[in-house]
């Protein structure tokens, strides 16, 4: 038996309460403790939106992710990339957006908790849109078995999802091996790609240099509503002619 209407508002107004304490907290201690309660009061944000989403009728976008899905760097929740993406959709139609990203999740979090969560959400209706945004944090790790893991990932996103680029500029490296088997199985799977970035492009004013800035967030929205609207600027020759690969967009200084 669902819950009543008022509940899930009781749950979102209290989550939104606590995530209030914790930015000001957050805003008044330093270092490492600072952040951690940054992030936490995003996740109790997020929480609460989540909760006011479920209950709304509209297209519905999942997003799939770790820290900057959640908007970690961005001086709110609706400056991030994923609130200014679902401001443009909104323009267009009544859409809600779930955020299941965490932050400091890895592609193991993504396989062991979002992806089931995804499942448990759309079980009754198919979600029109998911994201996953993952690889960054492993990449930071030197995960193990990284590229074994996020082909698990990729094949198991709905056809027409859109998975964003790891690479952080540059030539080669770990990055750019992994941005070559997203794209290997992006045309397999059928999936859009969000040509990103790089988040070194525009970091955000911490000591960790990987999150994004205000700017930054703004561009990775850019990239990713192309990778959402298509038709695709360029077809590689080694993909599925209906494949939208996404340009990228041109860092700024």
Known sequence: MSSPPQVPRMRAAARRVKAGGERFLGGVLAG?????????????DWAAANLDARQATGPLWV??????????????REVGYVGVVHEMLRRRDAWRVVNLSRAGAGVADVLARQLPELAALTAQEPAALVSCIIGAEDLARHTPGLDTALRQVMAALPTGSVIGTVSR??????????????????????LRIAQLPSRAAHPG????????SDVGHAAWATAVLKAIDGPPAEIASTTDPALPVVPAVPDTE
């Open 32 to 44: 490492a403790s600072a952040r951690r309660l940054r992030e936490r009061a995003f996740a109790d």
């Open 205 to 212: 004013r911490v000591r960790d240099h990987t999150l994004l």
């Open 63 to 76: 997003v799939l992710g770790d820290s900057v899905s959640q908007g970690i760097g961005a001086t709110t």
């Open 169 to 190: 500029g540059g030539h080669g490296g770990p990055a750019a091996a992994l941005d070559a088997v997203i794209r290997e199985e992006a045309a397999r799977h059928q």
